[in-house]
Every structure is written in structure tokens, then in C-alpha cells.
């Protein structure tokens, strides 16, 4: 076995824009536009070199698409909950850094802060959805009880 061959396995799990693109079903111009706003990062080794994902960056990206086919989040959201997630997973490194018995206090009361206006928010998401599949559900009932070959009720 070659010296190098590990580097060289590290980068072949690199996948160019255009494979990350196609795996999530997604444009390369929709992933450069993710990198503009910041909500991913791709690894190049010059400006003009081309954007590389590697894992991190990949499941970044699922993490976006997720949020955005899950609960419908734009972007400007989607950052902020990047945001939140990136806050937690730096509370968790501290945490296993062995602060002190008071910090550890701190990491996990404000670990959990953060967690609970995460779920406060799906929360209020979820109740629009409710609120909107009621109303759905309403207007079939309407539908229905207008007859067949009735015209549908107005909206």
C-alpha cells in the first residue's frame, strides 16, 4: 500500500457540484446559491478550482432539503435553524471537553433553550398545517353535501 493512499481515499470521497446536485435532486445553480447565502460550504483548493462536497457538506445539504420538503421552511429559516443546530452540536464538543461542574450546567440549560424554541416553532408549523387541513377537510364536507353533479362551492 502506497504512503499516500489514504489522502487519496479522503479525497475520492469528495463528489463534484454537479454529483452532489444529482443526488439530491436538486440544480448545481440551487447549491451555489445555498453557498452564497451561507447555508453550505463546499471544499475548493482556489477560487477557480471547482466546488467539491465531501460528507459533512453532504449531509449539510440534506439537512437544508430536509427542512425545506419537511416543513416547508424558505431559506431565511432554514439558516437559522442551521444556526441553532451548529450551536448544539458546539455545546455538545464543550460538554465532552469536561468543563466544569457549573458550565455543564450552562451548556445544558442553554442546549435545551435552544431545543425547546426549535420544537416551540414545528409546533406553531404544525398547527398552521392543522389549521389548514381542517379547513381542506371542511370544504370537502361542503362538496359532499352539495350532491353529485352539483356545482362545487365557492372558495
Same mark, same amino acid.
Given at each position: 500500500m502506497r504512503p499516500e493512499s489514504g489522502p487519496v481515499e479522503a479525497e475520492s470521497r469528495l463528489v463534484t457540484i454537479g454529483e452532489a446536485a444529482e443526488a439530491l435532486g436538486v440544480t448545481t ?50 439558516? &437559522?435553524? =442551521?444556526?441553532?443546530? /451548529? +450551536? #448544539?452540536? $458546539?455545546?455538545?464538543? *464543550? ?14 440549560? &442553554?442546549? =435545551?433553550?435552544?431545543? /425547546? +424554541? #426549535?420544537? $416551540?416553532?414545528?409546533? *406553531? ?24 353533479? $352539483? ?5
Amino acid at each position: 500500500m502506497r504512503p499516500e493512499s489514504g489522502p487519496v481515499e479522503a479525497e475520492s470521497r469528495l463528489v463534484t457540484i454537479g454529483e452532489a446536485a444529482e443526488a439530491l435532486g436538486v440544480t448545481t445553480r440551487t447549491l451555489r446559491y445555498y453557498e452564497e447565502l451561507g447555508l453550505v460550504s463546499s471544499r475548493r483548493s482556489s477560487l477557480g478550482a471547482q466546488r467539491r462536497y465531501g460528507p459533512a457538506e453532504i449531509a449539510r445539504l440534506n439537512q437544508v432539503r430536509e427542512l425545506q420538503t419537511l416543513l416547508g421552511l424558505e431559506l431565511d429559516e432554514i439558516g &437559522e435553524y =442551521l444556526d441553532a443546530f /451548529d +450551536r #448544539l452540536e $458546539a455545546l455538545r464538543e *464543550e460538554f465532552r471537553s469536561s468543563p466544569p461542574p457549573e458550565r455543564r450546567e450552562e451548556i445544558l440549560s &442553554e442546549g =435545551l433553550a435552544i431545543l /425547546d +424554541r #426549535l420544537k $416551540a416553532r414545528v409546533r *406553531e408549523r404544525q398547527a398552521r398545517l392543522d389549521r389548514f387541513a381542517a379547513e381542506l377537510e371542511a370544504r370537502a364536507e361542503r362538496a359532499r353535501s352539495a350532491g353529485r353533479g $352539483a356545482a362545487l362551492p365557492q372558495a
